[in-house]
């Protein structure tokens, strides 16, 4: 687990802005992929920590969330998840981490089945127009990058021997508009960010949805 990056600060800002006037105090939140903690951590602003499930693949994630007082559950996306939710959060490119067709239908079925009847999943993606640079090098982390037939594929280690690799597929909005739909939901917000509503999402790095039933 590598810490938060400013993509990362970005969107838990951006979700602080969503949420500042809205009464979800009482609510149950599904935090999928929750990685460093960052977004729960934001929730657990306007709700209590009892309130909010967290989901990761990573077993060390899992334990490093229980530690800091939240609901933590070892799960491949959906695979452990039972009951309903309100709000269903899924950011920093999770659904990225989806790379066949199959798989990304299946995935939103599953958010239809565990979101209430007037809930909202909100989740950000990696469109095909993201610019990659080939090497990053960052807060003693180094990021190198290769972009090829629609993916991207991630090795990032550091000078104190860490190393991990990741692979994401780019989306376009057409292609993610057309999964959602096949799972009989609707797309209700298109944000670049939560200050920007969009109504032309075809050429933007990264985008914001809203879904509802």
């Known amino acids: 687990m590598y810490p938060p990056k400013e993509d990362s600060f970005f969107l838990s800002e951006t979700l602080e802005k969503f949420f500042k006037n809205k009464n979800i105090k009482n609510k149950k939140f599904l935090d999928m992929g929750s990685g460093s903690g960052i977004q729960a951590e934001t929730l657990a602003k306007f709700t209590a920590?009892?309130?909010?499930?967290?989901?990761?693949?990573?077993?060390?994630?899992?334990?490093?969330?229980?530690?800091?007082?939240?609901?933590?559950?070892?799960?491949?996306?959906?695979?452990?998840?039972?009951g309903k939710f309100d709000v269903i959060i899924s950011t920093l490119d999770t659904v990225n981490y989806i790379l066949r067709d199959k798989e990304i239908e299946t995935f939103f079925k599953n958010i239809k089945n565990h979101i209430s009847d007037n809930g909202v999943f909100i989740f950000d993606f990696n469109t095909k127009h993201k610019k990659v640079p080939a090497v990053i090098k960052k807060n003693g982390f180094v990021y190198n990058n290769i972009v090829k037939n629609g993916h991207w594929e991630i090795k990032i280690t550091s000078d104190e021997g860490y190393s991990e690799k990741h692979t994401e597929r780019f989306y376009n909005f057409e292609e993610m508009k057309n999964a959602i739909e096949k799972a009989k939901m609707k797309i209700t917000g298109i944000y670049s960010d939560f200050n920007n509503k969009i109504s032309g999402p075809e050429k933007e790095e990264r985008l914001i949805l809203t879904v509802e039933k």
Request: net charge positive.
């Open 49 to 82: 920590k009892k309130n909010i499930t967290c989901a990761d693949i990573d077993k060390e994630v899992v334990e490093f969330l229980k530690a800091r007082g939240f609901h933590a559950i070892h799960s491949n996306l959906f695979s452990k998840i039972k």
